[in-house]
């Protein structure tokens, strides 16, 4: 069994087995379902995984407790949640009121729906997005129109398209000023922030980063701290201990084997990272995950 990546048949089979089919199932590009049935069909809490597509969540009503990375959000109603391709995400509590929207967005359709790779780091980087009841309710009307009963010709794919597009430009007007017009140091940031996803299994050290985008390591540094108050090694760390959350649901494995498979030719410091970072032992946290999903 992968303990990596799931794609969205995986995640259905996984979390949401054993029910009537919950939706009208699809397999487009693009896809929409309502969240009233979250709390129906998914049982928090769903251990920390990788998901091979990313998703859009917006919430009309009630909520719940979501990780991404190394973060748990806390959704309310009028919130809006992104979570990219590839980034840890598990769901620790849903509201029972939830309602809304969920819409699957395919890889190969990210190209049409961010105009630009900043876009698309921005909403990668800052998942959450509180926005006015009013903007959610227009938000909620487009997706009304995103009907999972219409047709798959080109034509109707291309209005999913438009209309999911338009969301995230509407999404993207709620945001701070900042974002919208970001200083050298904060794209430097998005830009180490995408390097790691791509890398951290292979690449640890601080100057590789520097190098691939052409700075100094005093002045990645800088950047990194400034923006996120850690330092990129911190950055470095914390990725590879929440990789190794994934990796510890594999009880197969030893946890020495999951140190050298993360390239750690010490399994006490991988141990004692690991402690650093979560204020508990891998063996306690492989133990929590076991009681979580019996209870």
């Given at each position: 069994?992968?303990?990596?990546?799931?794609?969205?048949?995986?995640?259905?089979?996984?979390?949401?087995?054993?029910?009537?089919?919950?939706?009208?199932?699809?397999?487009?590009?693009?896809?929409?379902?309502?969240?009233?049935?979250?709390?129906?069909?998914?049982?928090?809490?769903?251990?920390?995984?990788?998901?091979?597509?990313?998703?859009?969540?917006?919430?009309?009503?009630?909520?719940?407790?979501?990780?991404v990375d190394n973060?748990?959000?806390?959704?309310?109603?009028?919130?809006?949640?992104?979570?990219?391709?590839?980034?840890?995400?598990?769901?620790?509590?849903?509201?029972?009121?939830?309602?809304?929207?969920?819409?699957?967005?395919?890889?190969?359709?990210?190209?049409?729906?961010?105009?630009?790779?900043?876009?698309?780091?921005?909403?990668?980087?800052?998942?959450?997005?509180?926005?006015?009841?009013?903007?959610?309710?227009?938000?909620?009307?487009?997706?009304?129109?995103?009907?999972?009963?219409?047709?798959?010709?080109?034509?109707?794919?291309?209005t999913y398209t438009?209309?999911?597009?338009?969301?995230?430009?509407?999404?993207?007007?709620?945001?701070?000023?900042?974002?919208?017009?970001?200083?050298?140091?904060?794209?430097?940031?998005?830009?180490?922030?995408?390097?790691?996803?791509?890398?951290?299994?292979?690449?640890?050290?601080?100057?590789?980063?520097?190098?691939?985008?052409?700075?100094?390591?005093?002045?990645?540094?800088?950047?990194?701290?400034?923006?996120?108050?850690?330092?990129p090694k911190q950055?470095?760390?914390?990725?590879?201990?929440?990789?190794?959350?994934?990796?510890?649901?594999?009880?197969?494995?030893?946890?020495?084997?999951?140190?050298?498979?993360?390239?750690?030719?010490?399994?006490?410091?991988?141990?004692?990272?690991?402690?650093?970072?979560?204020?508990?032992?891998?063996?306690?946290?492989?133990?929590?995950?076991?009681?979580?999903?019996?209870?």
């Amino acid at each position: 069994m992968t303990f990596d990546v799931f794609n969205f048949d995986q995640f259905v089979t996984q979390h949401m087995s054993g029910q009537e089919s919950p939706f009208f199932y699809q397999s487009k590009a693009l896809q929409i379902y309502p969240l009233s049935i979250a709390s129906t069909f998914i049982k928090p809490p769903i251990p920390l995984f990788r998901a091979s597509y990313n998703f859009l969540l917006l919430f009309s009503n009630g909520g719940g407790q979501q990780q991404v990375d190394n973060k748990v959000l806390t959704l309310n109603a009028n919130d809006a949640l992104f979570i990219r391709e590839g980034h840890l995400n598990g769901i620790k509590s849903i509201d029972p009121t939830t309602d809304g929207y969920f819409i699957y967005i395919d890889n190969s359709s990210i190209p049409h729906i961010f105009s630009d790779r900043s876009l698309l780091n921005r909403f990668t980087f800052n998942p959450k997005h509180s926005i006015s009841k009013n903007d959610m309710n227009w938000i909620c009307e487009c997706c009304k129109l995103l009907s999972p009963h219409g047709n798959n010709t080109i034509l109707a794919q291309e209005t999913y398209t438009a209309l999911i597009r338009v969301i995230v430009l509407k999404l993207a007007e709620n945001w701070p000023a900042n974002w919208n017009k970001p200083d050298r140091p904060s794209e430097i940031t998005m830009q180490f922030k995408e390097l790691l996803y791509a890398n951290f299994m292979s690449n640890k050290d601080v100057r590789f980063y520097a190098e691939t985008l052409t700075v100094s390591e005093n002045y990645l540094n800088r950047c990194v701290k400034r923006v996120t108050s850690k330092p990129p090694k911190q950055h470095i760390h914390e990725q590879i201990i929440n990789h190794s959350k994934i990796l510890l649901k594999d009880q197969s494995k030893d946890i020495a084997q999951i140190a050298f498979d993360l390239n750690f030719s010490d399994p006490s410091y991988f141990s004692r990272l690991f402690k650093q970072i979560t204020q508990c032992t891998p063996s306690q946290y492989r133990n929590r995950i076991s009681q979580d999903l019996s209870g």
